[in-house]
Every structure is written in structure tokens, then in C-alpha cells.
């Protein structure tokens, strides 16, 4: 199951790119050091996707530690994306099969 999440994680790290929401510069660490759900008062969703989600999931898996049960990352894409002109319907979905694959891993 792992190697189905590392190909989700890569998968949704290039769908980023195609819609050029990838971002070659880092936060600083006081924006990624925030106590509020997805860093949502330091950092956009993208960001917030590429510099904490992914990052945590592929060093957990590293380490081989458990993976969270639950991500429930899409209600909030969704309200994201739906105020951008974006075509980030295949994000949408890579995500949704992310919270799908954690949930399953329980």
C-alpha cells in the first residue's frame, strides 16, 4: 500500500507543477511552524500541500512509521480551487484518492 501512496505523492507533486503551483522557493520556518489547520494564516493550500503534506508523508514512510488514518485534505481543496481559475480537477481527485488510501490503511 505504501507504493500506492508514494505514486499518489508523486503524482499529485506533478500535477502542481502543470498548474505551476509548485513553488522552488521555501517558506520560512515561522510560516511552516503554524498552529492553524493546513498553515492557513502563513501559507497557501499549494504550499501548504507541497512543503507539509508531502514532505511528512514521504518522511514517514521513509522512517517506517505509521501513516495517518485520516487526511481530509479535499473539503478544503475544493473550497480552495473553487475560488481560483485554475483547471485543477485531477489534483482534486489525486487527493481525494490520498484521503481514500490513508483512510484505508486502518
Known amino acids: 500500500m505504501t507504493d500506492k501512496i508514494r505514486a499518489l505523492l508523486l ?3 506533478t500535477e502542481l507543477k502543470n498548474l505551476e503551483l509548485w513553488s522552488e522557493e ?3 520556518q515561522e510560516a511552516l511552524a503554524s498552529t492553524q489547520p493546513f498553515c492557513i494564516d502563513t501559507l497557501s493550500l ?3 500541500i507541497q512543503f507539509i503534506l508531502l514532505e511528512r508523508l514521504h518522511a514517514m ?3 517506517e512509521v505509521p501513516l495517518p488514518s485520516q487526511c481530509g485534505v479535499t473539503p478544503i481543496a475544493e ?3 473553487a475560488t481560483v481559475n485554475t ?3 485531477r489534483l482534486i481527485a489525486l487527493l481525494l484518492q ?3 488510501s490513508l483512510s484505508s490503511l486502518h
Open 79 to 81: 473550497e480552495y480551487f
Open 46 to 48: 499549494p504550499e501548504w
Open 26 to 28: 521555501r517558506p520560512t
Open 61 to 63: 514512510m521513509d522512517a
Open 11 to 13: 503524482d499529485i507533486e
Open 98 to 100: 490520498l484521503d481514500q
Open 87 to 89: 483547471n485543477e480537477e
